[in-house]
């Protein structure tokens, strides 16, 4: 399920609850008023220490939505009241430099300090960092998303990017919110890709031999597992396609770009 709505029970001091999937807890926003222990002794004693926390609530909040994404949700930002570049996310990266864990997307239709959605139109996080540009090389077209507060990341799987290399001929399996997921080979680990207009040519991506769709762009290429197949290796994120081949920007050159 892509989101869960928060929700106010009838409890006057409980302004909302929502899941903390990472930490496998539900949090529960209460207002500090005369009865906020006697409900907070109450939910200990329902759900169980190690289940439940809680935060501080201002009575004139209002209740948002909290979403979850994965490997094939739909992303955008909005311009006015239209939502535009329509994309898949790829997985998740930690930036020392950021000291902070964010999700990769694709870089082309975004800019730095874009405010991200999701399908169902809530507001999810911003783009800290963007690359679209030839370093070294490498053609980088990549996005840095901070999660907004209540929101995240989480796939059946903890999709990460990886800077390992396949090799040519190895099985890949593409993603995207339109395509799903489709099985794949590369073709390329130095491929070429240029635009006529205007006039670009990119280096140094990965080629795989089945296309991708309109606005699968960023989406993450699992290349492999670990962890005891608890984490799919994210070898590279889509980038362009045409009738026949995905060409895909490495997952090491999107590393490099915001480590």
């Known amino acids: ?10 409890n006057e001091n409980i302004k909302e609850f929502w899941v903390d999937e990472e930490n496998n807890r539900v949090v529960v926003g209460i207002v500090e008023d005369d009865k ?5 002794k109450e939910l200990l004693s329902a759900l169980g220490e190690g ?6 609530s201002d009575p004139q909040d209002e209740i948002k939505l909290s979403a979850t994404i994965h490997g094939t949700s739909k992303i955008y930002k909005r311009i006015d009241s239209q939502y535009i570049s329509s ?6 990266m930690y930036s020392a430099s950021k000291n902070m864990t964010g999700v990769i997307a694709c870089g082309h239709g975004y800019s730095r300090s ?6 169902n139109e809530t507001r999810i996080g911003i783009i800290l960092d963007h690359k679209l540009i030839t370093t070294y090389g490498s053609w980088n077209d990549s996005s840095f998303i901070g999660m907004e507060y209540g929101h995240s990341y989480t796939g059946t799987k903890n999709d990460m990017i990886t800077t390992q290399t396949p090799v040519v001929n190895s099985n890949i ?3 995207g919110h339109y395509l799903v997921t ?3 080979k590369v073709t390329s680990t130095n491929a070429t890709c240029t635009t006529l207009i205007p006039l670009i040519s990119m280096g140094n991506l990965i080629k795989a031999d089945k296309p991708i769709s309109l606005g699968d762009s960023g989406g993450g290429a699992i290349g492999g597992t670990a962890d005891g197949g608890q984490t799919n290796l994210i070898i590279g994120i889509n980038h362009a396609a045409n009738s026949w081949d995905t060409w895909l920007v490495k997952g090491g050159t999107v590393y490099n770009g915001f480590k």
């Open 1 to 10: 399920m892509d989101t869960s709505t928060r929700q106010r029970p009838d």
């Open 36 to 40: 906020a222990g006697q409900t907070k």
């Open 51 to 56: 289940m439940v926390s809680f935060v501080k």
């Open 87 to 92: 994309s898949t996310p790829a997985g998740k």
């Open 114 to 119: 874009d405010i991200i959605y999701t399908g």
């Open 173 to 175: 399996t593409l993603r």
């Open 182 to 184: 489709k099985s794949a």
